[in-house]
């Protein structure tokens, strides 16, 4: 199953704008337009991939890489502490099919999360 036919595909092809953070060559990191906290950021793979339940061992260093990331642009945001959230599947609350690091930051977090 690909995921380019979603919202983030269409960001990463150039055909919606996003308030963008970070990129290389691998990743895009940008705002969500509906931010959960002060800070609320998404990274996400260039690589079409759905979901944590789809990746394999073939994605276990772009995975690491998406993490380190995360931490990257949580900390460029002055975040000291942050979460980080992979929804995956629908009923996890996954809206958009294209895998996605939430980083949450900027106010204090609760736990368990709803
Ligand atoms: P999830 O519910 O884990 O699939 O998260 C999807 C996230 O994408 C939500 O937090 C949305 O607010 C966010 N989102 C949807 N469309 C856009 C967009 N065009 N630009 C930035 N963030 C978006």
């Known amino acids: ?9 269409r960001i990463l ?11 290389d060559d691998l990743c895009l990191a940008f705002r969500d337009i509906q931010p959960q906290a002060p800070v609320h950021l998404l990274v996400i793979p260039r690589e079409p991939l759905v979901s944590l339940a789809e990746a394999g061992e073939e994605h276990q260093a772009l995975l690491g890489h998406l993490l380190l990331v995360a931490a990257r642009v949580a900390r460029q945001e002055g975040l000291q502490a942050w979460r980080t959230v992979l929804n995956t599947g629908a009923e996890a609350g996954q809206a958009v099919f294209h895998l996605h690091v939430h980083v949450i930051g900027g106010r204090p977090l609760d736990w368990p999360p709803g």
Not at 1 to 9: A, E, H, K, Q, R
Not at 13 to 23: L, M, N
């Open 13 to 23: 092809r150039g055909e919606i704008p996003c308030d963008q953070v970070y990129a």
């Open 1 to 9: 199953m690909s995921s380019n036919d979603t919202i983030f595909g």
